[in-house]
Nanobody, 116 residues
Framework: QVQLVESGGALVQPGKSLKLSCYASRNIWNFDKMSWYRQAPGKEREWVASIGADGTKDYAAAVRGRFAISKDSAKNTMLYLQMNSLKMEDTGVYYC?????????WGHGTQVTVSS
C-alpha cells in the first residue's frame, strides 16, 4: 500500500499553465502504472493520463498535446502532471492513482479551477 498526496491545484485563467505534483510514501519507480484522474462538478471521475513502469505514457484525447505526465527520476516518490493551454473544461478535482501488484491507491485530490 502507498499513500499519495496531491498538490499544486489553483485558480488559473484559460490559456495558462499549471503543474500538479503527487507525493508517494514509497518508491513508485517500478510501479505497474501511475495515473492522473479528474472529476468535474456533477460528472463522474475520468482518466486523464498514465505512465507505465517502462515509461510508456498515454493520454485521454481531451488533454493529448496539452498535458504531460512524468515521474521524477531523482526523487522516486514524485509524479507530476504538467498542464498547458488550460481550458475551462479542465476544471475539476485532480487525483493521483497508483496501480501495483493488483492493488490501487488514491490520493485525496487537488482542485484545479480554470476561469477568467
Amino acid at each position: 500500500q502507498v499513500q499519495l498526496v496531491e498538490s499544486g491545484g489553483a485558480l488559473v485563467q484559460p490559456g495558462k499553465s499549471l503543474k500538479l505534483s503527487c507525493y508517494a510514501s514509497r518508491n513508485i519507480w517500478n510501479f505497474d502504472k501511475m495515473s492522473w484522474y479528474r472529476q468535474a462538478p456533477g460528472k463522474e471521475r475520468e482518466w486523464v493520463a498514465s505512465i507505465g513502469a517502462d515509461g510508456t505514457k498515454d493520454y485521454a484525447a481531451a488533454v493529448r498535446g496539452r498535458f504531460a505526465i512524468s515521474k521524477d527520476s531523482a526523487k522516486n516518490t514524485m509524479l507530476y502532471l504538467q498542464m498547458n493551454s488550460l481550458k475551462m473544461e479542465d476544471t475539476g478535482v485532480y487525483y493521483c492513482q497508483a496501480s501495483h501488484s493488483g492493488r490501487e491507491s488514491w490520493g485525496h485530490g487537488t482542485q484545479v479551477t480554470v476561469s477568467s
